[in-house]
Structures are given as C-alpha cells and as structure tokens.
C-alpha cells in the first residue's frame, strides 16, 4: 500500500481498515449517546458572517491575474490527442532540443528541464516508504513495504545512503518568483510516473508568501482562451501533481481516468522530513483548476500544512472523493462539485478532517451536487460534505448542496459535522454555520456535534424528495460524546500529539433565523429542528418551518423534537411553523400542540414559544416553488441566481412574519440588513 493513503489515514473515513476493526461505522449519519458529563466547556465565539461572492467573480480573478512579480518565464506547449479534448487547431508543440523556453520558441515536455535532487540521511533517520518509480536508493537498504501493512508510516534507517528523485524546472528555483507557463490549447498525457508533475523540492518560498505558479499563456500561433489540458497517468496510485511551497496551480483543464480502485489523484499535497518536526508544506493554491475523472481530485494529506487555498475550481466525477484532508488556514471556496463520490457510504464529496489540531478553516460558497453515475451510484449515499475532527474557528457559509429529488434518500445526510466514530476526540470551537441552501439532504439537512456555543442561522432547507421524510437541523447528529474507551476511542489514546481523547459537550447553541420547508412531495413526515442526547442553554428561535404535505406516511410532522429537560433550553421562542397534515404536533416527544407546550413551559416558569401570537404561530408562509431549484453541471446561470439569493422572493417572509422576531444576525442570508425587531426565516 502506498504511503498517500496511510499518511492521512485513508481516503474512505480516516483509516477505513482501523474503523472497520474497532466495529464504528462512522463518516456521518447518527448513532446512540452516553451519559457521561464533561466539565462544561468554556465560552467560545462564533465567527462573523462572511460577505460571500460568487464563482464567476472568483474565476474572473484567476484569468485576470497577472504573472508573479518579476517572475522567470519558462514556457511550454504540446499538442497530443487527447481522449476527449484535442488540442485547439494551429497547435505547434514545443522542442525540448532546439527551444529555449521563450513565449516563441516552447520547450513540449513539461518535465524539462528536469534535475534530480539528492538527499542524504543518516543512519537512525526516519524516512517514509516510497513507489519504487519515485524514489531509488543508491546505497544503504531500507526494505520494502508489504502492501498488507498499514501500521506504520516510516521507519529508522539502517545505514547512511542517498534518495535521489526527479523534479521539474519549477521545483529546482532556489530564490525568485519563476513562472511555468502552458499555451492555451495545448494538450499534454502526463510522464508515466506516480508524481507525474513534481513541484515538491522548491523550499526556500517564505511562510505567507507564492513564489512559484504553473499557469497558462497564450501562443503565437493562437490557442484563444482554452485551458491547457492535462491528461494523468492512468497508472495505480498515481499523483498528477505534488506541489510545493509558496506555489499556485491555476487556470488549468486536468482529466483523470480513475476507477475508484486505481487511487489516481489530481493533487497529492504532501511533505515528509527525515527527522525533527515536520513543518508541512505551506502557501499552496489551487485556483480555477478542471479536475475531471480522478479518484480523489485533491488529496490534502498532512494536517500541519499551512495556507492552502482552493478555490474557483470546477471538480467533477470523482469517484471517491473531490477533496480529502485540513490543516490551518485552510480555504475551500467558492469551487463548483458535480457528481463525486460514488456507492461507498465513506466516500464523500468534500471531507474536511484532522487528527491533529488545526485553526483557522472556511468552506464559502461552495456549489455541490450529484455523485459519481460511473461508480454504479444511482443515489446519494454518506454525506456530501463532511467534517470530522479538532478544529478552531470553522466557518461553513454561503454553500449550496443540492440532490435530485428522485435520488436522495435515507442514504444521504446533508451536510454533517460531528465525531463520526473517529478513534480520536473531537471538537468545533468557535463555530459558524449560515447562509446555507441544502436541497433534499436526506435523512438531515444540517447536522452539527462536538460545537459548544455553535451557531446555525440564516440557513434554506428544501426537502422536495417523493416519499421521503427527514430532519430539517439535528443536534447533535452523531450521538453524546465520547471519551476514552467508549465507541471506538482507544483506552491507549494519547494526548502526545494535542488530541483531546474525548469529543467536546455539545451544548449551548444558537439556532435562529432559518428557513426550513418540507415540499407536499416530502410526504414522508418532518422533523423541523431536534436538540436531544446532551448540553443546556440552547437557544431555537426566529425560525421558519413549513410542512406543506397533506399525509405523513409511517413519520410523524412535528416542529421542534427537544426530548431534554426543559432546564436545558433556554430560549425558544418566536419561531413559525405550520403544516397542511392536520397532525402536526408543535414538540414531538412529548407529543404536544403549541397551546399545550406554552402552558406546560409556564408551569416551569418556562416563557417558551409565548411571544408567538396567532398571526405567526401557526400561519402558513406560502412558500411556493414556480420552478424546481435542482441545478444541473450546466446550467451556471441559474446556480449563480441561487448563490446571489435569487429565490428571495420565494422565500420572502409575508408580512405576519415580518418584525415579529426577537434580535437576530444583522443580516439575513441575501445580505439585507435586518431592522429591529427582525422577520423570523432566513430572509427579510
């Protein structure tokens, strides 16, 4: 087994064989609690809400950015046949011989001039294991790995000896910006090499600062404005690209031909040292970049990166994953994800996750949909976003996931972030989850654990899938916590490495201001909002439910679910919900309608859904849906009108729900300041 897949614990839920082995199942979904109580967590402070832009402006950018500072130019140009995209006509290719990497005469090969570099380790270094094509050994004897091991990502070196490995131009610059520039319409089949593209040795980039970029230009002999095209190595276990410090990878087209059995990826970021801390690879941005076809399109695979930037891509057909990994300050934003992941519950379309701590990580304004038809998928199955693990200051805003209605299921699950049966602790601190469109989720829309002091608002849940019920937002989604040696955390968990070894309390949070509407195809029954297992202080208010189907099905149709004591929620209140099932039962476990939920609060001296006159309580907000906001891969227009918030005038509160809410997020999810009070949903 190659090192990539055990260095960040495996693409399919973080070390699929150690999941499997300790009988967790993991990735999303929900499970039972415990009743162990931690110490009440400190107070944390959800991040302010971003203004989000959209994907046009950012691609805008990346084509409209100039070459690096002073930046050395070395250019290139092929024109071989492609599978699918052939080179744009008038292509004249390159010559590694006679060119001189000049704008007018390229050089084709884009491994040339190549070097290698030699790294000498001392006897008890620590080295990892490597592909026999990337790395020889010229002296000493490290041994090979068996592929059945999984267990260890390196060992000591017997005798002193050398590792020399290929690189390309750009990787070899040791001071200055360099530029490696690709003719537009140019088509090139990557070296057959497991890192067919290495950028990786080029260390001397500052922290905080890009360096190098590999990038397009345009030929003499014409080429327009189409993206270099990059066909990868259709070899097992195979990089196209590792990329280095203070690099970016930008307006590119790369096609893959993965299987979901070959682990072919797009980028493999990645660095390992010989001995003494690993500072991870930092400065790296991938940036209006065509992944088609890979199995894991972006592999981010060592939590102690920094910087890494993705964002303005368009990621399409993986077959396992479009993005695996996180570190700090990592950015994912503002990419389009069309149909990854495949039959696998484990394979998602974006899987944020740690083992180690990290700070600082945004995913804005992300568009998803579908997965992966060639995989033998015919509906969503796992959750096509995920989030695992110990991670400070996370901001998920402005994203929108949308599922066919004829394919969301029971198998699909939103958008999740909770402990998923890790075999490690987990933890949001300082949490923010707004702005969100989520279009038939599944099982939940919005799930979130492990998150003290979280909050979830200004968020539009669709749920439009014939026959199929679900929950609108779930807390926490995954279960209680856990500590060490329950469900999967390993009595030998070690703190060595910053790792908690139990999940944090959830409890304490903000629920406001959402809209969440079940369509009268979702005839399955509703949960609107359910805050159960564990945590006080909860705060569910100003929000929008509507149940607009008249059968329920085998489900029940109930607003809120909050099975605690009463002691645990502090504010509830101000919130809308009405259905067209007469059924409908304002709190679902105690089986109770608003009248009889506001007098049994009041005789807990409870104020809970008092402030609710009869105008806001129980009125039906007329949402109506003219067309279905289902957006396919090519239809841009409409996906930027959903992004910009185009369905505001059919989710516009009426006006008995305008300025009956308590304060709330200054602005509502189109960016229209709210006035005091505000109108109770996600929109003014």
């Known amino acids: 087994m190659p090192i990539r897949k055990i260095v960040f614990a495996n693409a399919r839920c973080m070390a699929l064989s150690l999941l499997f082995a300790l009988g967790l199942t993991g990735c999303g979904g929900s499970s039972s609690g415990n009743t162990d109580s931690p110490l009440e967590p400190p107070p944390y402070t959800a991040p302010a809400q971003p203004t989000v832009r959209t994907i046009d402006s950012v691609v ?54 190549g070097y290698n570099q030699t790294t000498t380790y001392a006897a008890g270094d620590r080295i990892t294991y490597n592909d026999a094509d990337y790395e020889s050994m010229v002296s000493g004897n490290i041994g090979k790995m068996p592929t059945s091991y999984v267990g260890t990502f390196w060992q000591y070196v017997n ?19 360099n530029t490696v520039a690709l003719c537009q319409g140019g088509v090139w089949n990557a070296p057959a090499s497991s890192r067919s593209i290495n950028l990786s040795h080029s260390t001397y980039c500052p922290l905080g600062q890009t360096c190098g970029e590999f990038r397009e230009y345009t030929a003499t002999w014409g080429g327009s404005s189409v993206k270099p095209t990059i066909y990868g190595y259709n070899g097992t276990s195979t990089s196209l690209f590792f990329p280095g410090n203070g690099q970016r990878i930008m307006n590119l087209s790369l096609i893959g031909s993965g299987t979901g059995s070959t682990d072919q990826e797009g980028f493999f970021i990645y660095q390992w040292v010989a001995s003494g801390p690993n500072p991870g690879l930092h400065d790296i941005t991938i940036w209006n970049v065509d992944m088609d076809g890979f199995d894991l399109a972006i592999h981010d695979a060592n939590n102690e990166h920094r910087n890494i930037t993705v964002t303005g891509n368009h990621i399409s057909n ?27 519950m484990f394979d998602h379309t974006v899987y944020i996750a740690s083992h180690l701590p990290i700070t600082g990580v945004n995913a804005i304004g992300n568009y998803m949909d579908g997965f992966a038809t060639s995989t033998g998928a015919t509906s969503c199955e796992g959750g096509p976003f995920v989030i695992h693990g110990e991670i400070t200051d996370l901001v998920v805003s402005g994203n ?11 198998g699909c699950w939103g958008l999740s972030a909770n402990h998923g049966g890790y075999p490690v602790g987990t933890y949001i601190h300082n949490g923010l989850f707004s702005n969100n469109i989520i279009v038939n989720g599944g099982n939940q829309a919005i799930g979130v654990d492990n998150c003290p002091d979280c909050v979830i608002e200004n968020n539009l849940i669709i749920q439009d899938s014939p026959g199929n019920g679900g929950t609108g937002i779930h807390v926490p989604s995954f279960g209680a916590h856990r500590v060490i040696g329950d469900r999967g955390i390993p009595t030998t968990c070690t703190t060595a490495a910053g790792n908690t070894c139990r999940d944090e309390l959830t409890t304490r949070y903000i629920i406001r201001n959402n809209t969440i509407y079940f369509t009268a195809n979702a005839d399955n029954g509703m949960t609107g909002i359910w805050v159960d297992n ?18 329920h099905g085998v489900n029940s149709v109930s607003c809120l679910r909050l099975p605690l004591a009463l002691s645990a929620y502090s504010v509830v209140n101000n919130n809308n919900c009405s259905s067209a099932d007469n059924t409908l039962r304002w709190e679902q476990n105690r089986r109770l309608s608003l009248a009889d939920w506001t007098a049994l609060a009041a005789g807990s001296n409870y104020n809970f859904d008092d402030a609710n006159t009869s105008d806001i309580s129980t009125a039906d907000p007329a949402f109506t849906l003219s067309a279905y906001p289902y957006i ?53």
């Open 318 to 344: 993986s077959t396992v994953m479009a993005f695996l990994g996180g570190n700090n300050n990592l950015n994912l934003n503002y990419n389009y994800f069309h149909n990854n992941g495949s039959t696998n």
């Open 159 to 177: 005798s002193a000896h050398h590792a020399v490995s290929a690189g390309t131009w750009l990787g070899s610059r040791t001071s200055g910006n």
């Open 400 to 410: 929108t996931i949308i599922e066919h209605p004829d394919t969301s299921g029971p």
């Open 534 to 551: 564990e945590g006080t202080g909860y705060q569910i208010y100003n929000n929008t439910i509507r149940y607009a189907a008249t059968t």
């Open 632 to 684: 396919t891969w090519s239809d841009s227009a409409l996906a930027h009108a959903l992004f910009n918030n185009g369905t505001t005038n059919v989710f516009a509160p009426p006006s008995s729900l305008a300025g009956n809410g308590r304060s709330g997020p200054a602005q509502d999810m189109a960016g229209t300041p709210r006035p005091t009070p505000p109108a109770i949903g996600a929109f003014q």
């Open 60 to 113: 805008a950018a990346a084509v409209a950015e100039p070459y690096l500072s002073g930046s050395t130019v070395m250019h290139y140009c092929d024109c071989q046949n492609g599978n699918t995209v052939q080179p744009a006509t008038g292509c004249i290719a390159g010559n590694d011989a006679s060119g001189d990497g000049s704008a007018t005469n390229p050089f084709q090969n884009v491994g040339y001039p």
